[in-house]
């Protein structure tokens, strides 16, 4: 039935999905499955909710579409409203006035406006020379080849490397595996010198923004920095004139138990990117929420962001974007997720006897599970051994989806599974997930002994 459609995977049988309920997917043949990873750290609010649906028709029967070059929309300008009031203070009062939000189709289009409007905003202000732009090893900030040259990922980045530009990257964050050999608090947070080590050289100002993942999300699992270190590193951007952009696709929008993660920290970052739970998934959709400095910078200067997509600020997705804040509001999830996040972390506690289980870390309902070959030394699987795409066989085989992934200890070895469900998953749910994963994971530890 399938053959026609081009699959991320040649080798890999998928179920057909073809119903969602709350945490629930439904399978062609008849499976039930928990969705513990919310597809990617997407479905926010849980599937099949009416009201988005209804608005989405609602939108779609009124006005389906309309180009933004031409028209702006009710949908659009009433969701960019409520995101603002949403953001760190700064976004809404500063001496340059209010902030704006840019919409895209997703979150490698919302980094590829970031990275345009960064340099735009350099090119506006008289510093031609700002084309390069900073990040960290191991982050994860897009697909599109902008968005794969700011990331760091290694695995993603290696064969299409002669098409990026060579812009550098500081160490990561990462105290399980701290790339520079130190331990916190001894260590004085220096993975944050790190962006200053990198800065020092560059005298002429090449440099225009610094891209950060409040906590790795994808590509390390669910990493949170200790308290100092996104602090360290706004005041190294502001010092050395340079943009913060928080890349907030996954973490944003209520997934770490703030509307945005940057606020665990009270950052002032100028520009936030998000993505996935912005729609929880009923529409393709993603957010550049950019500082009045920054929108007046264009707004004096040339008056036209010379960049935009067909699909920008679509109408039916910006209808889902405000149906989905609506039910938040209406059901209070954002409240609900640090409890949950608890919960879920008090209840994955069995897990850690696993002997391959090395480390569960996260922040609010953003769970990462390392998987090592032995918990004392951390020493990860070979890369072969493929241990979390069996975890998340073995998990599916129980009826759990999980999001495995690979690299976290040097881009090819290291092995862990992300888990972010929707905000709405319930105490029995999460005993299933405990059980389901507990099992999985036990199975997968016994076979590979
Ligand atoms: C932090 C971060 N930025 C950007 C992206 C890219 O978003 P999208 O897949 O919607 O293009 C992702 C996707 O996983 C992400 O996690």
């Given amino acids: 039935m399938s053959e026609a459609l081009f699959p991320r995977n040649f080798r890999k049988d998928y179920p057909e999905a073809v119903r969602g309920e709350g945490c629930f997917v439904y399978t062609g043949d008849g499976r039930k499955i928990l969705d513990a990873c919310g597809g990617a750290a997407v479905v926010s609010i849980g599937h099949g909710v009416e009201a988005v649906a209804r608005a989405m028709g609602e939108q779609a029967r009124e006005l389906a579409y309309a180009h933004s070059s031409q028209f702006i929309t009710q949908a659009a ?15 809404r009062d500063s001496e340059d006035g209010p902030g704006r939000v840019y919409f895209t189709s997703g979150g490698s289009e919302a980094t590829e406006t970031a990275l345009k409007l960064c340099r735009q905003y350099f090119l506006e202000r008289g510093e031609p020379q700002r084309t390069e732009f900073l990040s960290r090893s191991q982050s ?38 701290c790339p520079l050999g130190l331990q916190y608090p001894e260590c004085k947070v220096d993975c944050a010198e790190d962006l200053e080590r990198h800065l020092a050289p560059d005298s002429e100002g090449r440099v225009g923004a610094f891209f950060v993942e409040p906590l790795s999300g994808a590509t390390l699992g669910a990493v949170p920095p200790p308290a100092e270190y996104l602090p360290r590193i706004a005041k190294i951007c502001r010092q050395q004139n340079i943009l913060l952009v928080a ?9 770490t138990g703030k509307p945005f993660a940057v606020q665990h920290w009270d950052l002032k970052p100028d520009i936030i990117l998000a993505g996935k739970g912005i729609a929880s998934g009923y529409a393709p959709l993603g957010a550049v929420i950019v500082t009045g400095r920054v929108a007046r910078a264009i707004e004096r200067g040339s008056g036209t962001f010379l960049h935009g997509f067909t699909y920008g600020a679509h109408p039916v997705s910006t209808a889902a974007g405000l149906a989905v804040l609506d039910y938040i509001a209406e059901k209070n999830l ?32 953003l769970v990462g599970i390392e998987l090592v070959r032995e918990a004392k030394t951390r020493e990860p699987f070979s890369a072969e051994a493929g241990m979390a795409r069996k975890i998340y066989d073995a998990a599916l085989a129980r009826g759990v989806l999980t999001y495995p992934i690979q690299g976290c200890v040097d881009g090819a070895r290291g092995d862990h599974i992300l888990l972010a469900p929707p905000f709405v998953i319930s105490s029995d749910e999460m005993r299933f997930l405990r059980d389901s994963l507990y099992e999985a994971v036990a199975d997968v530890s016994r076979m590979n002994a």
């Fill in 77 to 91: 300008a009433e969701l960019a409203r409520r995101i603002l009031e949403l953001a760190p203070a700064n976004f």
């Fill in 140 to 177: 994860y900030h897009g697909s599109t080849l902008g968005a794969l040259a700011v990331s760091g990922n290694i695995k993603r980045r290696t064969p299409f490397e002669p098409l990026l530009p060579k812009w550098e990257h500081i160490v990561p964050c990462y105290c399980y595996r």
């Fill in 247 to 255: 890349d907030e696709v996954m973490t944003g929008m209520g997934r």
């Fill in 334 to 365: 954002f409240a609900r997720v640090p409890s949950a996040g608890e919960e879920l972390r008090a209840a994955l506690e069995p897990l850690k006897q696993l002997p391959i289980v090395g480390d569960i870390r996260g922040l609010g309902l």
